[in-house]
């Protein structure tokens, strides 16, 4: 069965706090902030709109939309 997490998986959200290349940072989705991560090679500014692609563990993997 989906968990809370799960649900979050096709989300938008928005950066909170600067993702790094290949590092993490903190992105807020239905209102709960959670901790981020990306394969994109440049850095996700903050304020910009990140999609959820997965979960690992308590992190989002997201990318730009």
Request: proline share 3%; glycine share 10%.
């Amino acid at each position: 069965s989906r968990t809370n997490a799960d649900r979050n998986i096709g989300e938008i959200g928005v950066v909170i706090k600067t993702i790094a290349p290949r590092g993490s940072g903190l992105v807020k989705v239905s209102g709960q902030e959670w901790s981020a991560f990306s394969d994109e090679e440049e850095p996700i500014e903050t304020g910009v709109n990140v999609r959820v692609v997965e979960i690992r563990g308590v992190k989002l993997k997201v990318e730009k939309v």
